[in-house]
C-alpha cells in the first residue's frame, strides 16, 4: 500500500470519527432540549395548574414588571400601584440582553387536588447576579430566598448549579410567587416546576451530559499535552492554551466550576469568566495563525490577527480592574469580530487547497454557529432557551474535536515539507534515505529485484558560471519536473543534492532499468536543447537476491557506475555490471568502510 493511499485511508477514519462524535453530541443536545420542552397554559398570566404534570414550563403564565432603577420594594410591587404594572409575557421572550434595570416576575399555581403537591422552580440561566425569590408561607408572611452568582453558594436552597426553589401547594388553592432579577450579564428567564421524581431524572441526565462533554475535554487536553511533549510542535502549545482556558470557561459560564470550585468566592468566578473568555480568545488567534500559517496568505490578514490577538490580552488585564458591566459588551463585541476574522483566514487557506483547512473550517464552523446562536441569544435577538443556551457548548466541543484532527494534518503537511525539497518540489535526501531502507527490506523479504540509479546534470558547475545560479536553479526545476513526468508510481524519484538525482525502482530488473534510464537521458537532452542545452550522466544498479549486504553497498555501486559514464564522456547510462564488477564491489566496500571508521560527530 502506498503513501497516498495510506493518507486516504487515514482520512477516511478521521472523518468517520468526527461523524460519530457529530452524532453523538446531536442526541446529547436533543436529549438536553427535549427535556426542557414542557406544556404551559394558553391563557397569558393565568394560573397554572398542577394535576399530574412532571413539568410544566411557567413562560405562558409569568407576568412582568421592568424596575429600570431598581428601586422598587416587594411590598410595592406586592400591594402598591405599581402592582398594576405586570404586563403578561405572551409569546414574548423573556430575554432581554445587557439590560441594567431589574425585573420583577409574578406567576400563580394552583393545586384542584386534596393533597398537597412538593414541587421546585427551576431558573436555566445560572449567570443571574441577584435573585429574589419569595414564596408565601402561614399567617399572611413570606418566605424569601436570597440568591444569584453574586452570592455565596450555600445561600441557595438546593446545591445545584442552576436556581432551584422548593415550594409545597397546599390542597385546593392557590399561590402567587414573586421573584427579582438583577444581572450585569445578559438576562435571561426561563422558569420551570418539576416534581421531584422529574428534577431527579433531568439531573441525572444533565450530568451524564456535562460529563460527556468535560470527559472529552479532558481527553483531548492529554491528547495534545502528550503531542506536544512528543513532537514539541508549537501549534500543540497554543492549542492547549485555547483548549484550557476554553473548558474552563464553559464550566463557569454553565454554574458547574462556581459549584464544585469557588462557592465562596463569587466575585473571583465572575471575574474568570472575562479572563478566561479573554485568554482563549487570545490562545485561539494565535494557534489559528499558526496552523494556518496566515503570514504566508496575507500578511495585513495576518496583522489584523495579532491586532485582535493583543486586543484580547488587553481586555484580560482590563476585566481585572474594571466591572462586569464594563468589560462585557466590549469583549462580546469582540468575539464576535474575532470568529469572523478567523473564519475569513480559514477561507483564505482553504483556497489554497491545504488539508488543514478543511478541518478548520468545519471545526471553526461548529463553534461559528454556537457562537452566533448564543451571541444572538445574549442580545436578546433569539430566545432564551435550552437549545439556545447549549449551542455555545455542543459546538465549542465538535471544535476542539475536529481541531485536534487539523493539528494532525498539520503535522502530516510538516512530515510532508520537511520530506520535500524546496527548489524542485522533489522529494529529499531525508526521504530517500528512509524510502530506500523499506524498499530494500522488503526486496529482501520476497526476493524481488530493486534498482537504483543514480543521475548527475553534466558540467553543471561551469553552466551556473557561465550563466548564474538563477538561471541554475531554473535548470534544475526544468529537469525534475521531466523526471516527474517520466517516472511514475510506485518508482520514486528524489533529488540527493545539489545537481544529483536518484530513482528508486522496485520490482525493476537490469533490462528493464536500462530501458527505463535510456529514455530519461534522451527526454531531458530533447527538452532541454532550446533552452537550457542539458545532459546527463546515469549509472544504475539492480539488486538480485543475495547481493549487496545493505542500502549503502547498492548505492556506491550505482555510484560509481555513474562515474564510469562520465569517465566514458557523459551523456549516457552506465550499468553497474558493465564495469569491472569485482572493482566496483571492492570499491563499495572500502568506501563503505571508510565511512564507518570514521569518528562521529
Known amino acids: 500500500m502506498d503513501a497516498d ?143 444569584g452568582d453574586m452570592r455565596p453558594f450555600h445561600l441557595r436552597p438546593v446545591e445545584h448549579r442552576l436556581f432551584l426553589f422548593p415550594v409545597t401547594l397546599p390542597p385546593q388553592s392557590e399561590s402567587t410567587y414573586y421573584l427579582r432579577f438583577e444581572s450585569q450579564g445578559s438576562m435571561n428567564i426561563g422558569l420551570f416546576a418539576h416534581s421531584q421524581v422529574d428534577l431527579m431524572n433531568l439531573v441525572t441526565k444533565e450530568y451524564l451530559a456535562l460529563g460527556v462533554y468535560y470527559g472529552g475535554f479532558i481527553v483531548l487536553l492529554f491528547y495534545n499535552l502528550f503531542m506536544f511533549l512528543t513532537v514539541r510542535e508549537r501549534a500543540f502549545a497554543y492549542y492547549l492554551v485555547y483548549l484550557t482556558s476554553y473548558g474552563l470557561y464553559m464550566s463557569l459560564h454553565n454554574g458547574l466550576s462556581f459549584q464544585l470550585l469557588l462557592p465562596d468566592l463569587p466575585l473571583v468566578a465572575n471575574k474568570s469568566l472575562l479572563v478566561l473568555l479573554s485568554i482563549s480568545l487570545f490562545g485561539g488567534v494565535l494557534f489559528t495563525r499558526t496552523i494556518l500559517n496566515t503570514r504566508a496568505q496575507s500578511i495585513r490578514a495576518d496583522q489584523f490577527a495579532v491586532v485582535l490577538q493583543w486586543a484580547s490580552a488587553l481586555m484580560m488585564l482590563i476585566s481585572l480592574l474594571l466591572s462586569y458591566r464594563w468589560v462585557i459588551v466590549p469583549l462580546a463585541v469582540l468575539t464576535v469580530i474575532a470568529c469572523v476574522h478567523l473564519f475569513v483566514l480559514g477561507l483564505m487557506a482553504l483556497a489554497r487547497g491545504t488539508g488543514t483547512a478543511r478541518y478548520y473550517m468545519i471545526a471553526f ?121 517520466r517516472v511514475r508510481k510506485p518508482n520514486t524519484v528524489c533529488r540527493y543534492g545539489g545537481e544529483e538525482f536518484v530513482l528508486i525502482l522496485p520490482d525493476t530488473s537490469d533490462q528493464e532499468a536500462a530501458v527505463l534510464t535510456e529514455r530519461v537521458r534522451a527526454t531531458i537532452e530533447k527538452e532541454t536543447a532550446f533552452g537550457f542545452s542539458l545532459t546527463v550522466s546515469i549509472g544504475f544498479a539492480t539488486m538480485h537476491p543475495g547481493e549487496f549486504e545493505d542500502t549503502d553497498c547498492l548505492f556506491v555501486a550505482a555510484d560509481y557506475a555513474l562515474y564510469t559514464a562520465k569517465a566514458s564522456g557523459r551523456n549516457r547510462v552506465v550499468n553497474y555490471r558493465e564495469c569491472d564488477l569485482k572493482r566496483a564491489l571492492d570499491n563499495a566496500h572500502r568506501l563503505t568502510g571508510n565511512l564507518m571508521a570514521q569518528p562521529s560527530d
Not at 86 to 91: I, T, V, Y
Not at 369 to 382: N, R, S
Not at 461 to 479: E, P
Open 5 to 147: 493511499q495510506r493518507h486516504h485511508n487515514r482520512s477516511d477514519r478521521q472523518w468517520s470519527l468526527s461523524a460519530a462524535l457529530t452524532v453523538l453530541l446531536m442526541m446529547l443536545a436533543s436529549m438536553v432540549v427535549a427535556d426542557d420542552v414542557a406544556t404551559g397554559p394558553h391563557t397569558p398570566g393565568a394560573p397554572v395548574v398542577i394535576e399530574d404534570q412532571q413539568r410544566v414550563d411557567l413562560a405562558s403564565a409569568l407576568s412582568l414588571l421592568e424596575d429600570p432603577e431598581r428601586r422598587y420594594t416587594f411590598e410595592q410591587v406586592r400591594l402598591g400601584r405599581t402592582a398594576d404594572s405586570f404586563s403578561p409575557l405572551g409569546e414574548r421572550s423573556a430575554n432581554f440582553g445587557f439590560t441594567e434595570a431589574a425585573w420583577w416576575v409574578r406567576f400563580t399555581l394552583a393545586n384542584p387536588s386534596d393533597q398537597p403537591k412538593r414541587l421546585f422552580i427551576r431558573q436555566d440561566y445560572p449567570l443571574i447576579d441577584h435573585l429574589d425569590f419569595w414564596a408565601p408561607a402561614s399567617d399572611q408572611h413570606w418566605q424569601l430566598v436570597s440568591t
Open 365 to 485: 464552523s461548529a463553534l461559528l454557529i454556537g457562537v452566533y446562536i448564543y451571541m444572538a441569544k445574549t442580545f436578546g435577538l433569539l430566545p432564551h432557551n435550552a437549545f439556545t443556551q447549549n449551542a455555545f457548548q455542543i459546538g465549542s466541543l465538535l471544535e476542539m474535536v475536529l481541531l485536534s484532527l487539523a493539528v494532525a494534518s498539520r503535522l502530516n503537511e510538516l512530515k510532508t515539507e520537511s520530506f520535500t525539497d524546496a527548489l524542485t518540489q522533489l522529494k529529499n535526501r531525508r526521504f530517500f534515505n528512509e524510502q530506500i531502507a523499506q524498499e530494500y527490506a522488503r526486496a529482501g523479504q520476497t526476493d524481488a529485484p530493486l534498482t537504483l540509479a543514480v543521475i548527475d546534470i553534466d558540467h553543471f558547475k561551469a553552466f551556473n558560471d557561465s550563466r548564474g545560479h538563477s538561471r541554475g536553479d531554473a535548470a534544475l526545476k526544468m529537469v525534475a519536473s521531466l523526471l516527474k513526468d
